[in-house]
């Protein structure tokens, strides 16, 4: 039996998911089937509260749709798992959040993994591309999500040309939150994963369904969405042991202690 494409460890409340697929770390059928299981997992398992997505070697993140395979047979529209391609991008009531480290080339479908992401560190050498247009293809999940992450101007270039961005100009357009050299990359996202573990994770869950659900409602009916509690997972947080601990803590002088209940 073949080992797995995906590596996953758990540090406290965080969990590791690392894409192992040599040469490039593509993606085929099967490998985004296993990485849809793992992040529903994940997202059903209340003491796992952060997830931190990278790839192994250090030349490539991830090319996105694995070619070969397609060559051999998986189909552009075949099954790919609960969560779609990559496993995050459609996974339903998908409210923790997630760190994406960007340890080398990053483009097509591997761009589109990481636009699924809520913080995006990268490596000093990484390297951005949506090169769909070369091969008469669409990039369709970044068609949508780019071009709401940076500027128009900037998203479409990068569509209509498939031009690359270092890592750099990447973190200048806003798509990518720091930059650092490639043997601290990932002290520094399990440093930034620990950060938000340590948090409540009841309002992370409330923050996720808002920014979600708000992107295509009006800002007075979102807002009065929120007050009214009609989201799921703010109605949660305003009755739970922890928005009761958050104020505790505070007239106490201390630090709360989050249990997510």
Not at 14 to 36: C, F, H, Q, Y
Not at 75 to 91: H, P, R, S, T
Request: charged fraction near 25%; charge should be negative; include cysteine.
């Amino acid at each position: 039996m073949s080992e797995s494409p995906i590596k996953t460890r758990v540090t406290g409340h965080v969990l590791e998911v690392t894409l192992d697929r040599p040469k490039a770390n593509a993606i085929d059928l099967a490998t985004s089937r296993i990485m849809g299981d793992v992040f529903r997992d994940f997202r059903d398992t209340p003491d796992l509260r952060v997830a931190l997505v990278t790839a192994a070697g250090e030349k490539f993140f991830c090319p996105g749709w694995d070619l070969k395979a397609a060559a051999d047979g998986d189909a552009v529209d075949g099954d790919y798992g609960v969560g779609g391609f990559g496993g995050l991008q459609e996974l339903p009531h998908f409210n923790k959040p997630v760190i994406c480290a960007v340890n080398g080339i990053c483009f097509g479908g591997g761009l589109e993994l990481a636009l699924s992401c809520d913080i995006i560190l990268a490596a000093e050498h990484a390297s951005f591309a949506l090169p769909e247009i070369r091969s008469g293809t669409v990039a369709d999940a970044a068609s949508i999500k780019l071009p709401k992450r940076i500027p128009y101007h900037i998203a479409m270039e990068m569509l209509f040309t498939g031009r690359w961005l270092e890592a750099d100009e990447a973190a200048r357009w806003g798509f990518v939150n720091q930059v650092h050299p490639a043997d601290q990359l990932m002290e520094k996202a399990r440093e930034m994963a620990q950060l938000i573990a340590s948090g409540p994770p009841l309002v992370y869950a409330a923050i996720k369904e808002v920014v979600r659900e708000a992107e295509d409602m009006k800002f007075q009916d979102a807002l009065n969405k929120i007050t009214k509690s009609q989201f799921k997972t703010v109605e949660t947080l305003y009755t739970s042991e922890d928005q009761l601990e958050g104020a505790r803590a505070f007239a106490e002088k201390r630090d709360p202690v989050w249990k997510g209940k």
